[in-house]
C-alpha cells in the first residue's frame, strides 16, 4: 500500500509540473503580452560557390599595314618633242565645245571676257583673212576737219569731235546675234546664201556666216554683198549727206531696192561697238580698235559714243 501511495504522489507532481507553465503562458496571454520567444539557433547562410570565368586568350597581334606609297603629282613632265599643231588642235576643240553657245543679252551686253573675244577675233581673220577690206575706213574726201588732226607716232588722227574717254563695253544686237568667231553647228532656216567675189556667205538677221569644218563661223560683212533689207534696229549714220545704216559692226547704203555692205565712213558716229575689238592707247588717248578701224571715244548730247577716225600716215 506504501507503495502505491508514494507512486500516486509522484504522478501528481510529474502532472502538476508540467501543467504549470501552460498556464502561466495562457494567462501571459490573456494579458496582452508577447509570446516568449523561442531561442533557434541561428542559420548562417550559405553564398553560392562564386563562379570562375575561363581565362580568355589573348588576341593575336594585328599585322602593320603596308606602307601606302606616294601618290603620283598631277604636274606631268611634257614630252621634249611635243607637236607643233597642238594649237591648231585646241583651236578646233574649243570651236566645237562652243557649239550651239549664245551670246549672254542682259543689259544688252556681251558677257564675254576681252581675252575670248580677242581669241575669236583671231580665229575669224584665220578663217577668213582677205574679208579685213572691210573694216578699212572709207576715206571723207568731200568736208574738210575743222579740227587739227591727234599726231603721233608718225600718224595723223583726223575727227570732227574732240576726244572724251570712255571705256570700252561690247554691245550685243539680240539674241541671234554673234560676235565675229562664233561657231554654230547648224543654221537657221530663214538663212540666205549670198555670193560675192567668187565666195559664198550665209546671212541671217544681220549675221554673216561663212562655212568651217562640221559648221558655220561667224566672219565680218563682206564689201559689197547686197541684201533686200537692212535687219530690225539698224541704226541710221548721216555722213556728207550720205546715210548708211549701222548694224552689229556693219554699214548698209541704200542702192535702189536693195542695200549694199559699204567700208566704215571716216567720220560716223555710232553708239555701240561690237565684241572682238580691242582698246589701243596712242599717245595720251585710248582708241577701240575693231578690225582695223580705229574708233574715238566722244560724247554727244550727253551720251557716250565713237567716232570713226580717218587716219593717214606721215607728220603733219
Request: hydrophobic share 30%; no cysteine; charged share 15%.
Amino acid at each position: 500500500m506504501k507503495a502505491i501511495r508514494n507512486f500516486t504522489i509522484w504522478l501528481l507532481f510529474i502532472s502538476f509540473t508540467a501543467i504549470q507553465p501552460f498556464e502561466g503562458f495562457a494567462q501571459e496571454r490573456r494579458r496582452g503580452g508577447a509570446a516568449p520567444a523561442r531561442n533557434r539557433p541561428a542559420r548562417t547562410p550559405q553564398k553560392a560557390p562564386a563562379r570562375t570565368r575561363p581565362a580568355q586568350t589573348a588576341r593575336p597581334a594585328q599585322t602593320a599595314r603596308p606602307a601606302q606609297t606616294a601618290r603620283p603629282t598631277r604636274q606631268q613632265t611634257r614630252p621634249a618633242n611635243r607637236p607643233q599643231n597642238n594649237t591648231v588642235n585646241r583651236n578646233n576643240i574649243n570651236r566645237n565645245n562652243n557649239s550651239g553657245n549664245r551670246v549672254n543679252n542682259s543689259g544688252n551686253r556681251v558677257n564675254n571676257s576681252r581675252r575670248n573675244v580677242n581669241i575669236n577675233v583671231d580665229n575669224s581673220r584665220d578663217i577668213n583673212a582677205h574679208n579685213n577690206r572691210n573694216t578699212v575706213v572709207r576715206r571723207n574726201n568731200i568736208n574738210t576737219y575743222r579740227r587739227p588732226p591727234y599726231a603721233y607716232g608718225g600718224r595723223r588722227y583726223y575727227s570732227y569731235h574732240p576726244y572724251y574717254y570712255h571705256p570700252y563695253r561690247p554691245y550685243a544686237w539680240g539674241p541671234v546675234w554673234h560676235p565675229w568667231g562664233f561657231f554654230i553647228a547648224t543654221l537657221a532656216t530663214t538663212a540666205i546664201i549670198v555670193s560675192i567675189n567668187n565666195a559664198k556667205y550665209h546671212y541671217d538677221q544681220g549675221v554673216w556666216y561663212q562655212q568651217a569644218n562640221n559648221g558655220y563661223t561667224v566672219v565680218q560683212a563682206p564689201v559689197g554683198a547686197t541684201i533686200t533689207t537692212v535687219p530690225s534696229g539698224a541704226q541710221p549714220v548721216v555722213v556728207n549727206n550720205v546715210t548708211n545704216y549701222y548694224y552689229g559692226g556693219a554699214y548698209y547704203e541704200k542702192d535702189g531696192s536693195k542695200y549694199t555692205v559699204v567700208s566704215p565712213p571716216a567720220g560716223a558716229v555710232v553708239q555701240n561697238l561690237p565684241a572682238g575689238g580691242e582698246e589701243v592707247k596712242v599717245g595720251d588717248q585710248t582708241y577701240v580698235k575693231v578690225g582695223e578701224t580705229y574708233y574715238q571715244p566722244v560724247n554727244l548730247d550727253g551720251k557716250s559714243q565713237y567716232e570713226v577716225v580717218q587716219v593717214e600716215d606721215g607728220a603733219q
